[in-house]
């Protein structure tokens, strides 16, 4: 930290601000013509400046290491001047440090060493401190059982924010008695245990989260008393004694793991972290890992540490067992951290062993516990400032001792070449960390628009030192593609998607072509389909021009993104037309020379263009021309809905004009309504062939760019002219050359879009149950393809595609999407359990298939 203390502070420093507001040595009228010119520039009152100013350069405390103990030194004085004397002044500064904490949790035990002294000069400041301290604990207790608590994004959760106060309260060892503290932590690890055995039989998110913050708290007993005083230890002893006594349920639920059940070769086990915890900190307490952690503060402050007489911490009014049973579900939207726990929270890691080369603490050591425990809270409790986010989450090793890490920016070459010293590296745990919250299932606690933006600022800030962790992130995933959850591909896409379009769509493609020139021939290999997907994304984001000038020559091909192969197309066409060739100027084939009822089309397109009722002419007049035609219904919509969407393509918006215009006539032609305007109940809300044609005719026509063709039918639903179950049953439809709701990011977006929007409206058991079905009856469709009653291996990635590998692969994809379905709409499906069981019955005789799909029905109560 770096500031002009005497501009800053000035006469503050020894004085009251008050003592300054008479200037005896001013005459009358020395400034009376200068403020008859000039309006006299309005000032803050001295104590609202020197509050702002301290707060500021508290928000900065630790961040230089070098000047912490004279940054110390000079803000105790002003605190210890006005503090007591200055209401506002004391109001922002107790409010700092409170937020300094539950925001910024690792500067704790530096906001403990400022703490401790100023008590050194005043011992009434320290426990006015504690005492507003534990005016908020007690609130926060009472705001964990209030209804009416609706927390905004950047609210981590009351439970979390007591977690970070046990911390500061903690490591004031030179102002609160021991044994006064040690009651406290033990008040909530008994409200833990007392919380999980009044439900024995089944897990309690918010025992677990207790526990585990208590837990993870004890160690922030010693940094400012060293190994501690004996009635210390013993209390510590206590609290790890009694923690022995909480008792972990296992719940084993397999659906919110990260990989699939089939996976083989993971590359590693994630573990429940309220597992860890325990051994984890009783491990750190009898090791060296004690004295690696954290800095010496209490060594570096040294005078400015004194003993006094110590106050005694008061117990906190905990809630009862009877009073929390309500919230213990933590599902009650109660913050973005505690909210966490309402699955068990999995270790997860991307920066493995790589051989004996560790860059991250192991996730079992309480080191590695705390700082992803640490970046994850920083990155929720400063939600509303991503810059700061990203500056933060990388200078965090600025809080520990310095020989924790390994110099920032060193490549993994040189870690190896070193022959002392750590190799862990914050960039490893940083983004580690916040790619934990991208990847969290069953739901992430913030927009995913936040972290990868974080991260690109990350990168942005630091790229020397960040890009080749990002890289090795890339890989990572990339290398696990196959045997990763399916909406963690989807998340792992837009990720990737939205990390190289801000940054020029540099990727370094050439590794990839080895896999390519196997994955080119199948379509449902899944890295096949990620990287056909990922350029599909990019193209949204840029010009073609632009990615064939990123990627390598073997990559072009995927720059095709065609929803249908030029066969499937042409035979489209020529079962509408016979002999009808696609037009390469207009898009519109109905537009060709060939046509007989191409004027007839064009009179349709003007009366369209002029917003009116000669639309209806134009239509009738088009019906009556195409009357003779044996397929003359199925030719009519396909005509009317690529003459809509030909008129409407300059953009969505264009086309959305043109649809509300003509919605009434179109709902007439796929018999929506009848020709009186009466609705047809059936028809609206299931699939008429009429709706298919619409459905068909939109995709063909923007075949070349899915995406587009997927928003018109978005629009075409929100106007009632298709059902949702349309849109559905036509993405997963499964007699096409691939099922393009599986492997079409344009196509599964719809599909999962359709279904959020209906559920949201209170309407969507239909729409689950039609997607659980088509699921079901691609599954069982594949298994026959495939001929066998054992279990289905997941190929090998190297494996050359044969028929065989194909529906191996295409029957692991439809079950990945079956999985995430199920997942990301538990509640609803939870209430028609005993229905999907009996579908499931019927529609599927696979042994294995059949146990694994129940399992994740059985896993939807523990969402």
């Known amino acids: ?243 022995k006594e909480f008792p972990i349920v296992k719940t084993n639920v397999s659906i919110t793991n990260p990989f699939v059940e089939q996976a083989t070769a993971t590359p590693y086990e994630p573990r429940e972290i309220v597992e860890l915890i325990l051994p984890a900190v009783e491990k750190y307490l009898s090791s060296e890992e004690k004295n690696s952690l954290f800095p010496e503060l209490e060594a570096q402050l040294g005078d400015l540490l004194i003993p006094t007489e110590k106050m005694s911490l008061p117990p906190l009014n905990i809630p009862s067992v009877d009073d929390l049973k309500k919230f213990a579900g933590l599902d009650t939207g109660i913050g973005s951290v505690d909210g966490m726990w309402r699955t068990p929270r999995l270790t997860f890691e991307v920066y493995v062993p790589i051989g004996e080369l560790k860059t991250t603490p192991p996730a079992e050591t309480y080191t590695g516990l705390i700082l992803r425990d640490l970046v994850i809270d920083v990155i929720e409790a400063l939600e509303f400032n991503r810059k700061e986010v990203a500056r933060q989450i990388i200078t965090i090793d600025l809080f520990f001792k310095d020989s924790l890490f390994a110099p920032p920016g060193l490549s993994i070459d040189k870690l ?105 021939k199948s379509a449902y290999h899944p890295r096949g389909v990620f990287v056909r997907n990922l350029i599909a994304k990019e193209l949204r984001l840029a010009t073609r021009e632009k990615i064939e000038s990123t990627v390598t020559a073997e990559f072009l091909q995927y720059l095709d993104i065609s929803l249908f192969d030029a066969e499937e197309s042409s035979a489209y066409y020529n079962k509408l037309f016979p002999g009808i060739e696609q037009q390469t100027e207009s898009k519109l084939v109905f537009l060709g020379e060939g046509i007989p009822f191409k004027r007839t089309v064009e009179k349709l397109i003007e009366a369209i263009h002029k917003d009116s009722d000669a639309h209806d002419e134009a239509i009738a007049e088009l019906r009556s021309s195409l009357s003779e035609y044996p397929n003359s219904e199925e030719l009519l919509v396909s005509v009317v809905f690529q003459v809509l969407v030909f008129v409407g393509n300059r953009s969505i918006s264009h086309a959305g004009k043109y649809i509300a215009s003509t919605a009434g006539s179109l709902k007439k032609i796929v018999g929506v309504v009848d020709e009186s305007g009466d609705k047809d109940m059936e028809k609206s809300t299931s699939t008429t062939d009429q709706q298919r044609w619409a459905i068909d005719a939109v995709l063909h026509y923007w075949n070349e760019d899915p995406q587009n063709g997927y928003l018109v039918l978005d629009i075409l639903e929100s106007f009632g002219v298709i059902s949702s179950i349309s849109i559905i049953e036509h993405s997963l439809e499964n007699s096409r050359k691939r099922n393009v709701g599986l492997v079409n990011v344009s196509a599964t977006e719809a599909i999962l879009r359709t279904l959020t929007k209906r559920v949201f409206a209170g309407s969507g058991a239909a729409e689950l149950t039609v997607a659980y079905n088509k699921a079901l009856q691609i599954i069982s469709a594949t298994i026959s393809d495939i001929g066998t009653d054992d279990e289905i291996p997941i190929p090998g990635v190297q494996d050359e595609v044969t028929q065989e590998v194909e529906n191996a692969w295409k029957y692991h994809t439809a079950l990945g999407f079956l999985r995430m379905t199920l997942r990301k709409f538990s509640d609803e499906y939870v209430s028609i359990r005993e229905s999907l069981i009996s579908t499931l019955d019927k529609d599927i005789t696979h042994k294995s298939t059949q146990e694994g799909i129940k399992t994740w029905i059985s896993d939807l109560s523990s969402l």
């Not at 590296?425 to 974080?454: C, G, H, N, R």
């Open 1 to 243: 930290m770096s500031f002009n203390r005497k501009r800053r502070f000035g006469k503050y420093l020894t004085q009251s601000v008050t003592s300054h507001n008479n200037n005896t040595n001013r005459q009358p009228g020395d400034d009376d013509d200068y403020q008859q010119r000039y309006q006299k520039r309005f000032r803050l009152p001295p104590i609202v400046e020197l509050a702002k100013t301290l707060c500021g350069d508290l928000n900065t405390l630790g961040e230089s290491a070098k000047r912490y103990v004279e940054d110390v030194e000079f803000m105790s004085v002003p605190i210890d001047t006005n503090f007591e004397q200055e209401e506002p002044f004391r109001t922002a500064v107790l409010n700092t440090l409170y937020a300094i904490t539950t925001e910024q949790p690792h500067k704790v035990l530096h906001i403990a060493g400022l703490i401790q002294a100023v008590n050194t000069k005043n011992t009434s400041i320290a426990g006015s401190i504690v005492t507003f301290f534990h005016s908020k604990a007690q609130s926060l207790l009472h705001l964990a059982i209030s209804d009416s608590y609706e927390p905004n994004a950047s609210e981590t959760g009351p439970w979390n924010k007591l977690k970070l106060i046990l911390r500061l309260w903690g490591a004031l060892a030179y102002v609160l008695e021991d044994a006064s503290v040690v009651a406290v932590f033990k008040q909530f690890l008994e409200l833990a245990i007392n919380l999980q055995k009044d439900s024995p039989d089944k897990r309690v998110p918010l025992a677990e989260a207790i526990y585990y913050n208590t837990l993870s708290s004890i160690p922030y007993l010693y940094p400012f008393q060293g190994s501690g005083s004996a009635a210390l230890n013993e209390g510590v002893d206590t609290l790890l004694g009694l923690a």
């Open 416 to 520: 190896r070449e070193m022959e002392s010293g750590s190799t862990y590296k914050i960039e490893d745990v940083a983004v580690e960390s916040l790619l934990s919250l991208i990847y969290k299932l069953p739901t992430a606690s913030q927009p995913f628009v936040y972290f990868y933006t974080t991260l690109v600022e990350a990168c942005a800030n630091a790229s020397q030192a960040i890009a080749p962790v990002m890289g090795r992130a890339i890989r990572f995933f990339y290398a696990n593609l196959y045997h990763l959850d399916f909406e963690l591909r989807f998340r792992y896409l837009d990720w990737l998607s939205v990390q190289l379009s801000n940054f020029n769509f540099t990727w370094k493609w050439r590794e990839w072509e080895g896999d390519s020139q196997i994955f080119s």
